[in-house]
């Protein structure tokens, strides 16, 4: 498995702002993935972020809103940009490991008001 | 587009009970399905990862099941115990996984 990390665990904001969520691997892996969790509800995934290229993101989420980052193998970054209280959710991070497993940081609970 | 479905969407039992969680899923084409427990307020948990050419996965008192041809999976628990409360998800796919609502499962003393 892997040890993920990610900053912060929660946060309250006002809307208009944004917010960088980082998260942090303890090994080198090609593949890691944005999720969002609003309440109540499952996972849905925003983006692939691939090192040394732009993220792939999937339909309903675009990159002025969500950009990320993903500068090496170990780090990549999620910005929730203009943020509005539909935006509250937790956001997670996950990274692909052998035979496609993948696994979760714990998460980064956002409230916008 | 893939759809996953999970029933139950909750599930209260009694201590020592076997019990088993249902997903199914509609574009039998997945790399894998995986089964994630998540905690309230925390992360996701990985169980069990089955490969699309697998037919079951065991961990302990866990066994999970594939089958692409009708589009299901089921989460064996056997002997629950209270520490089994928690929300299960499956998700299928490849890399891109699209995940299920969950079942919300209460093991009681």
């Known amino acids: 498995s892997a040890v993920i990390s990610q900053k912060p665990s929660r946060d309250i904001c006002q809307r208009g702002t944004s917010l960088t969520i980082q998260c942090q691997v303890d090994s080198q892996v090609t593949m890691m993935f944005w999720y969002r969790q609003q309440p109540g509800q499952s996972l849905t995934l925003i983006a692939t972020?691939?090192?040394?290229?732009?993220?792939?993101?999937e339909s309903g989420f675009v990159i002025d809103k969500f950009p990320i980052s993903r500068p090496n193998l170990t780090f990549s970054t999620l910005t929730v940009s203009n943020m509005s209280p539909e935006d509250s959710s937790i956001y997670l991070c996950?990274?692909?490991?052998?035979?496609?497993?993948?696994?979760f940081g714990p998460g980064t609970r956002l409230t916008v008001l | 587009k893939q759809e996953v479905t999970q029933i139950p969407a909750a599930l209260s039992v009694p201590e020592g009970e076997n019990l088993v969680l249902n997903c199914s899923f509609t574009d039998s084409a997945i790399y894998n399905l995986q089964w994630f427990r998540q905690d309230p307020g925390k992360g996701l948990t990985s169980l069990l990862l089955i490969q699309s050419s697998q037919r079951e996965q065991t961990s302990g008192r866990l066994n999970a099941s594939l089958d692409k041809s009708s589009g299901r999976s089921t989460l064996y628990i056997a002997a629950s115990q209270p520490g089994d409360s928690a929300t299960y998800l499956c998700?299928?796919?490849?890399?891109?996984?699209?995940f299920g609502e969950g079942t919300q499962l209460t093991v009681n003393p």
């Open positions: 972020a691939n090192q040394g290229s732009e993220a792939t993101y």
């Open positions: 998700a299928a796919g490849g890399s891109r996984l699209t």
């Open positions: 996950s990274v692909e490991l052998r035979d496609n497993e993948q696994f």
